[in-house]
């Protein structure tokens, strides 16, 4: 076929060619017919076209020096196919090609590693889009080989190391191979070494380095690990110039390192960059776009995290909006689905236990098993989503009294905590959870061995807290479970009880929403030993701690009815010791208090009755 007998519309237009697939193309004509497609793939082409150039390359002998860069063009062309219109069939054909560029290219082509490249780059593809562990690894091998082939001075070799980083932190996410981690980081930080100021890939670089070391700490818990990622995150946002197509990407990846940083060290700064960078990253994303429905699941996270913090009861709304419009916007199938359902149910958890609607609460269950359900086995998030519905279940058990809820709760606590390893950040908060479900199934069927076992899983969750951790309910929940075992005879339970207390609030800012309930449940501690022993100091400053926790506690809360019960209790038992009238008149004065914000809360159903109540404090996780 002649050069002037082709022309692009040809291609467009498979009537202009009766015998269109009668004939081969000789190479002029393959590479001319390449280059207008190449110009042209953003929009639908025409099969015929790219099938008689694929078969008119095939014919070519095996030796023929262009054969691999023909096979390549080709494959570029799915390659655009795919990322225009996320067509699985076009990046399955340019899997195939570019394997068979690799293959076929002669010994002394230079142009391998390129071909390699780019094998390596749709195995990754195709791995992200349909979670083959297979593609994952072939793709690792062969950017292994690249990067092993590469001379450290080839423009090529920042993106190949790039691109094997990417892959090692995706294995690790599957598997949980701390080695491949490391190596993650280490070939990064390499990728960044090489890469010289100013390169438009750089931001990109450093945002996968700010994703791993974010990874790393989450496994290990290295703080520096979360210091250095929140920086080269930074860096990365800062260097991506706005209008850019990636500014949403990194604008959520350095929220999500501040929002971790937040859960660690509690700095409220944190946080509330966090929700503004994800509200922008999802503002500049349109509607449609396959990445919206992660950033607003990013958002509803941070949203409940913070309403955790400051209790803003329109934090946790938005919370359950922005969780539910991402799951109705991503396809179902998803591979991030069961992170995004737990996440859902851990904040419609957190909603019932603010407004008490039953319906959150069974809704949370339901969507915490989906998750479950669709989580393989293995999987290194499958701990955290079994904590999690234990959870549910233990509020639900709470509400409905239905022992069935809780004896599950327990044994989902005993799953998740048997799956992960001592050096693991969160197995505290899976001890710390376990150990609170038994002391309440020791509430209800008054089992000796649930209490004691309470009391030693919570005693072994505080040595694996690191130092200057925030989650301070892990002592709360020890001291509750000693307080219970006290009330059996042990003087030195409660002594320890009150310890351990007095340094959880300790460790509470002024101003956290949780301070009203630890004061609570100092004053509780304190009354008991009252009781036991008759000193009339642990009265008189149980009084004061239940007056200090119903003044922090916000007006509206479900919980207040019972704080002022604690309060009327401690004052009716010190009128007795003291025969103080003043305490007599201002026990019945709360009490009455008590009851009318009862009867406005009655759905709550707490119970705001003569036996003080402890606050205690479960510690869910998120996904990403």
Same mark, same amino acid.
């Given at each position: ?13 498979? %009537? ?7 004939f ?39 030796e ?8 390549a ?24 090609? *570019?394997?068979?560029?690799?293959l ?23 791995f ?10 072939? @793709?690792? @091998? ?12 080839h ?18 996410e ?15 930080? =390499?990728?960044? /070494?090489?890469?010289?100021d ?7 670089r450093?945002? %996968? ?24 995150? =930074?860096e ?19 929220g ?6 937040? +859960? ?12 503004? &960078? *994800?509200?922008?990253?999802?503002? &500049? ?8 429905p992660?950033?607003l ?25 922005? &969780?539910? =419009?991402?799951?109705?916007l ?11 359902? %737990?996440?859902?149910g ?6 019932? +236990? ?16 989906e ?21 549910? &279940? ?9 022992? @069935? ?10 799953d998740?905590?048997?799956?992960t ?70 003087? @030195?339970?409660?002594?320890k009880?009150?310890?351990?207390? =007095? ?24 009354? /008991? ?44 038992r ?13 026990? *019945? ?20 009755? %003569?036996?003080?109540?402890? *606050? ?9």
């Open positions: 076929m002649g050069k002037n007998e082709l022309g692009e519309n040809a291609l467009w237009n498979p %009537n202009a060619y009766p015998s269109f697939s009668d081969l193309f000789d190479d002029w004509t393959i590479a001319f017919t390449l280059q207008v497609l190449s110009h042209t793939a953003d929009r639908e082409i025409d099969s015929n076209a790219i099938n008689n150039v694929y078969r008119s390359i095939q014919s070519l002998p095996n023929h020096p262009m054969r691999s860069l023909f096979l063009g080709v494959g570029d062309i799915y390659l655009i196919q795919f990322h225009q219109y996320q067509c699985q069939d076009a990046l399955n054909k340019a899997v195939n090609v *570019f394997q068979e560029a690799m076929n290219a002669p010994w002394n082509d230079t142009r391998v590693y390129a071909y390699m490249r780019k094998y390596g780059t749709v195995l990754l593809h195709r992200e889009k349909k979670g083959a562990v297979d593609d994952l690894n072939k @793709s690792l @091998s062969v950017f292994e080989d690249a990067v092993r082939l590469t001379l450290d001075d423009p090529d070799k920042p993106l190949l190391l790039n691109n094997l980083g990417r892959l090692l932190s995706h294995r690790f599957l598997l949980g191979d701390l080695s491949d981690m490391d190596k993650s980081v280490s070939v990064l930080e =390499e990728a960044i /070494r090489l890469s010289p100013g390169h438009p890939h750089k931001p990109w450093l945002d %996968n380095l700010g994703n791993s070391l974010l990874r790393r700490f989450e496994r290990l818990g290295d703080l520096s690990d979360m210091n250095k990622s929140v920086s080269v995150l =930074e990365a946002e800062q260097l991506t110039p706005d209008g850019h197509p990636h500014k949403p990407w990194r604008l959520d990846n350095l999500n390192s501040l929002s971790r940083r937040f +859960e660690r060290l509690g700095d409220l700064s944190d946080m509330n960059k966090s929700v503004s &960078l *994800f509200e922008d990253a999802v503002r &500049l994303t349109p509607s449609g776009h396959p990445g919206k992660s950033f699941n990013n958002l509803g996270n941070s949203l409940s995290r913070r309403f955790e913090r400051l209790g803003d009861l329109s934090d946790m709304n938005k919370s359950v909006s922005v &969780l539910e =419009e991402a799951i109705r991503s396809p179902e199938g998803h591979p991030d689905w069961p992170s995004w359902l %737990n996440n859902l851990n904040s419609l958890s957190r909603r019932f +236990e603010r407004i008490g609607d039953l319906s959150d609460m069974n809704k949370s269950v339901s969507v915490l098993e998750a479950i359900r669709l989580t393989p086995d293995g999987h290194p998030d499958e701990p955290s989503w079994l904590n999690n519905l234990g959870i549910s &279940l233990s509020r639900r058990f709470e509400r409905l009294g239905d022992l @069935s809820d809780m004896n599950k709760s327990v044994s989902l606590f005993e998740a905590v048997r799956q390893p001592n050096d693991h950040p969160d197995k505290p908060s899976f001890l710390s959870n376990l150990g609170k479900s038994l002391s309440r199934r020791f509430e209800r069927l008054g089992d000796l061995s649930d209490m004691n076992k309470s009391v030693s899983v919570l005693k072994d969750a505080n040595p694996l807290t690191p130092d200057g951790h925030p989650s301070s309910w892990r002592l709360d929940n020890l001291r509750n479970s000693l307080s219970h075992r006290f009330q059996l005879g042990d003087l @030195s339970d409660i002594n009880s009150l310890s351990v207390l =007095e340094e959880a609030i300790r460790l509470t800012p002024d101003g956290h929403p949780d301070k009203p309930w630890r004061l609570n449940n100092l004053g509780n501690s304190l009354s /008991r030993r009252f009781e036991r022993i008759g000193d009339l100091s642990d009265m008189n400053k149980s009084v004061s701690l239940f007056e200090d926790a119903v003044r922090l506690i916000p007006g509206d809360h479900p919980d207040k009815p019972s704080f002022l019960s604690n309060l009327s209790n401690s004052l009716s010190r009128f007795e010791r003291l025969g103080h009238l003043s305490d007599m008149n201002k026990a *019945f004065s709360v009490k009455e208090e008590a009851v009318r914000l009862f009867a406005e809360n009655r759905a709550t159903f707490y119970k705001a009755g %003569n036996e003080a109540r402890s *606050f205690e404090k479960d510690e869910s996780n998120y996904g990403n």
